[in-house]
Structures are given as C-alpha cells and as structure tokens.
C-alpha cells in the first residue's frame, strides 16, 4: 500500500542535542511538508518542498533543517537551537504545485520529547 | 495571508445526536478548503474537500459541509454521531494558486458520550 512513513514513533532528546525525524513516500508525490503540533494550537508549517534539491522555510523554522536530495525522502532535524522541542511532528505530501486541489496526504507523526 | 478560526475548542454530545463544527476563514485570495480528522496518536485523515461547485459537500463516516461564501464559513455537520466519530477535528485552506501551503485552525475535540 502507498502511503507515509515516519520513524521514529517516539524520540526524546537530551539538551544540546541534535535529533534527525525520517520521513518517507511512496506515492510518488512531488512535494513534501513538515508540521508542529502543540495542543491547543493546530499544526503549523516547518518547511515544505516542491521538488527535489529545493525547500523553503515555513512559518516556524527557527531551529530546524531540512534536506531533500531523494524524491521519496524529507528528513527534519531538530537542532539545539530549538528550545522548546517537545510536540509531535507530522510529515505529509501532496502531488505538487500543478495539483493544487489535491489534498495532501500524512504520516502517523513522531513524538519528540525533552529528557 | 490566511487565517482559520474554529469556534469550539471541545464539543461534547451522545450517541446518535446531531453535530456541527465550526470553522470560519479569512483570506485576501481564493482559496480551497478541507476538514481533516485526528484519531488518537495518528496522522491526519481527509473527511472532504471544498474546491468549487456545489457549496455542500460530503465526505466519508457520513460528514458533510457546506460552504457559505459571504459569511467565509465552512461548517461540518453529521446528523447522528457514532462512539467512533470521539476524534480531534482540523478545518484547513490553501490558496489556489501555488505552494500548497495549509493553514490550520486550532482543531475541536469531538466527545461521544453513550
């Protein structure tokens, strides 16, 4: 079955700590896009990417890097610059930009937390 | 830019009741329009989607909403709830033309009671 595929399910960081989240497609989808869930506050936008080789940032991503160098392949990494890294982080991906009307489709998250 | 206000942080009702999510929008361009639900400790699953046409649309589990243009409001409903449907519910936009960008609003936990 097509789908997302995010891993770990639960992942907790020491402080100074660099943590990589992996997410991976096999849906063929051109574009990609990282969330922040905080109780109460929604999902907000990290980064998102289009195309291989090439992101932008999204509304928070302060503290956050991505890279995109595999279609399939959009990993997030919470750096030590992040202070307050404890959410669930959601990764989803959609047919790209000549798609627009499509929706985008999600993985079941990894939660990260502050040991 | 754009903006999604969801009215109800929870909303609680029993078994086989009528319910209605709110969701109001804001936004300076066309836009698209989605209900996705939570489950517990999951992703996000689409209910439906809103692109153009006919201003009620339905979705899967039996939801339905309809688009209200002039009062940039795009409400859920389900006439008779299931113990299942105990879920957090998102309303999102995304501009038309572009970066697929979703806003979201806050999200509504929907409570089943039996």
């Known amino acids: 079955d097509g789908g997302i595929t995010q891993s770990p399910k639960y992942l907790f960081r020491k402080e100074g700590q660099n943590v990589t989240l992996s997410c991976e497609q096999n849906?063929?989808?051109?574009?990609m896009y990282w969330y922040r869930q905080d109780p109460g506050q929604g999902l907000r936008l990290i980064y998102y990417s289009q195309i291989v080789n090439d992101f932008q940032k999204g509304d928070i991503a302060e503290g956050y890097s991505v890279s995109r160098e595999k279609k399939e392949s959009f990993p997030l990494t919470v750096t030590s610059a992040q202070k307050n890294p404890t959410a669930f982080y959601l990764c989803?991906?959609?047919?790209?930009?000549?798609?627009?009307?499509?929706?985008?489709?999600f993985g079941d998250g990894t939660r990260l937390s502050i040991l | 830019a754009q903006s999604v206000t969801q009215l109800d942080s929870q909303v609680p009702v029993f078994e086989e009741a009528p319910v209605e999510l709110r969701c109001n929008y804001s936004?300076?361009?066309?836009?698209?329009l989605f209900w996705y639900v939570q489950y517990p400790n999951q992703g996000l699953q689409l209910l439906l989607k809103?692109?153009?046409?006919?201003?009620l649309v339905k979705g899967i589990n039996g939801f339905e909403a309809e688009f209200n243009k002039s009062q940039t409001s795009f409400h859920l409903r389900k006439p008779s709830v299931h113990i299942s449907d105990t879920a957090e519910y998102f309303c999102?936009?995304?501009?038309?033309?572009?970066?697929?960008?979703?806003?979201f609003g806050q999200g509504t936990r929907l409570t089943i009671n039996p």
């Open positions: 989803a991906s959609s047919m790209g930009v000549a798609y627009s009307n499509q929706p985008q489709h």
């Open positions: 809103y692109l153009s046409g006919s201003t």
């Open positions: 936004s300076s361009v066309s836009v698209y």
């Open positions: 849906l063929n989808h051109d574009a």
């Open positions: 999102a936009v995304s501009r038309r033309q572009g970066a697929q960008k979703l806003v």
